[in-house]
């Protein structure tokens, strides 16, 4: 039993290791990563602009810049995850390998967070620099962000092999970046389902029922956002680390969901 | 036990949105025993690479059986005894072919200093040595063969499945490949061999299968499915004299002129016998005598020209 799940494990490792590989050597994720940093150097710009208020301005838009950039480096890879192994035929050398189905799909995946969490730590190592060359301090706060950013990139990678497992690339990437707008804007969604002029009314409910199962993006990404009726942000009160492990949690079970699914639409397809 | 048994094998394909229906493979049966190079032959379109993904589990068939080895196709454990080459090898290109060997050496499980000492072997048994650490993308079609012959052997597989092995290699190339093919015969590997160059098929099968339109139509070894029997027998001579090239173009059998000399075709050999004790008898000269008897080229392309009313496949 313990030497088939080490073995399961090794099969997953050698997948993600190669998706890893494979995303390093992507030269459009270094164009993507170059442009955070363009970000946190204009951040530098503006700072000079603002009243005494560089940091702010520094982390702000560095924190602005590695989500931004994070969400499209997720969204481009995650749904060319699956489709570019189908469209270049290199699943046809793969999937007679004595892996399963979903250990391929599971490698691929942890390859990609691996991935994206590493460029997240690079990123975020840059934005320290800027922000201690400003006299600033990056600290924990920042870092518990940082980590929200991760576990958000995570999901919405999920979210997108969900898509990409049944359907082409252009689709997926579309489904995939809609449901990260509504998902980021839940809140106003919500409000909007039960304010008024929509509360129990048929749209109401089917808005309610949509914004109760789209991922949670919001809750991920708070800087700046009012959570409990109070503003939450990294240069006052952010949120605690029980909050980051619940939320960490919730997209974890949320993207395990999606991957569930996109294991089972994947494992009875026919790889023509 | 058979390596490799599919009974009653269908695979239809549903597509577009009319849901048109294409029957690929319409219940093939077919068993290839240990340690024998069989040969799956059948023009474009037959067949054939469906019922390999079937077998290497890229598909799934619509009813009937395939087992490798045992189990059923696709079966992890199945898939580790197995090697697989695929029609046309598309590869990770940003890889190197060491870096290539080492990832599916990880997926056979094994550990490093194996991965490492047989991918070396296998790179300089495809002949790769000078290009082992370049990416793939870098490589040559042939080059791509050789790399995914490498891929194909690295799990010591006890049954290799080729699809296509041959293409894109130079006379050389195939050469290298027929061997490595007898020599894996000699370790007692299985080879499920697929293929439309009739020659490959020829020099290197103890059997062959011949699949037209989803049908199989001939399985056996070469000996039983081709005819002994002398199809006709070509005899190029010269005569000393006019008068003696006279003579012999007097003797049944269709003669022709050609640049080597002149050329008489007869059906039978002892037609054949006859005129070559009179050529010789003239003081002639025998420059070439070549007996035909059937070729697998002839019984494919007649196998592939049967009309057995199945029309074109559609369902």
Not at chain 1, 162 to 185: E, H, K, Q
Not at chain 2, 235 to 258: K, M
């Amino acid at each position: 039993m313990s030497g088939a799940i080490v073995g399961g494990g090794a099969r997953v490792w050698a997948v993600a290791l190669n998706t890893f590989r494979e995303a390093v050597r992507n030269r459009v994720l270094y164009v993507l990563a170059m442009f955070a940093v363009g970000l946190m150097a204009f951040s530098l710009v503006l700072g000079e602009l603002s009243m005494h208020e560089e940091v702010r301005v520094i982390k702000d838009l560095g924190l602005a810049g590695i989500s931004f950039v994070g969400v499209v480096i997720a969204l481009f890879l995650g749904v060319n995850l699956l489709s570019k192994e189908l469209d270049r035929k290199t699943v046809y050398f793969v999937i007679p390998k004595p892996l399963q189905r979903w250990e391929f799909l599971l490698g691929k995946y942890l390859g990609q967070v691996f991935t994206l969490t590493i460029l997240v730590g690079l990123m975020a190592l840059i934005l320290a620099a800027f922000v201690t060359a400003e006299g600033g301090t990056h600290g924990v706060v920042m870092v518990r962000a940082e980590v929200l950013v991760v576990v958000e990139l995570a999901l919405l990678t999920a979210v997108a092999m969900l898509f990409s497992s049944f359907s082409s690339p252009y689709l997926s990437a579309m489904l995939t970046a809609a449901l990260w707008v509504i998902g980021r804007n839940r809140g106003e969604l919500m409000a909007f389902a039960t304010g008024k002029k929509l509360e129990g009314t048929p749209l109401g409910t089917v808005l309610e029922m949509v914004a109760d199962m789209v991922p949670d993006f919001h809750a991920l990404y708070i800087s700046g956002a009012q959570l409990g009726g109070q503003v939450v942000s990294v240069h006052e009160s952010f949120v605690s680390w029980g909050y980051v492990a619940e939320a960490s949690a919730y997209g974890m079970l949320y993207a395990a969901v999606c991957l569930v699914v996109a294991m089972l639409l994947f494992s009875r397809r026919d790889l023509t | 036990m058979a390596v490799l048994h599919v009974s009653d094998l269908r695979k239809t394909f549903t597509r577009g949105l009319l849901r048109r229906r294409t029957e690929a493979l319409r219940g093939i049966t077919l068993a290839v025993e240990r340690g024998e190079i069989f040969g799956f032959l059948g023009p474009n379109g037959a067949g054939k690479t469906t019922t390999i993904k079937i077998l290497m589990g890229l598909i799934f068939a619509s009813s009937g059986r395939a087992e490798l080895l045992g189990a059923p196709a696709g079966d992890r454990r199945v898939k580790a005894r197995v090697g697989y080459l695929p029609e046309n090898p598309y590869f990770y290109d940003y890889l190197s072919a060491r870096e290539l060997l080492d990832m599916v050496g990880r997926l056979h499980g094994l550990d490093r200093r194996t991965r490492r000492a047989r991918a070396g072997a296998l790179i300089e048994r495809v002949g790769l040595g000078h290009a082992a650490d370049r990416p793939l993308r870098s490589f040559s079609k042939g080059m791509l063969q050789r790399a995914g012959l490498a891929q194909a052997l690295i799990g010591e597989p006890e049954l290799v499945v080729l699809d296509e092995p041959m293409s894109g290699l130079d006379p050389v190339g195939r050469k290298e490949v027929r061997d490595l093919v007898h020599e894996l015969r000699e370790r007692g590997t299985t080879v499920f061999f697929c293929t439309h160059i009739l020659a490959d098929a020829t020099a290197v099968c103890d059997r062959v299968g011949i699949l037209v339109k989803g049908r199989l139509r001939d399985v056996g070894s070469l000996s039983e499915l081709l005819e002994p029997r002398l199809r006709s027998v070509e005899i190029v001579w010269q005569a000393p004299s006019d008068d003696a090239v006279a003579t012999l173009q007097g003797f049944p059998g269709q003669h022709r002129e050609a640049a080597e000399g002149h050329v008489l075709s007869v059906d039978d050999q002892a037609e054949a016998d006859r005129f070559v004790r009179a050529l010789l008898d003239a003081g002639g000269r025998l420059l070439q005598l070549l007996a035909h008897r059937q070729s697998l080229e002839a019984l494919f392309v007649s196998e592939a020209q049967r009309d057995d009313g199945d029309g074109e496949g559609d369902a």
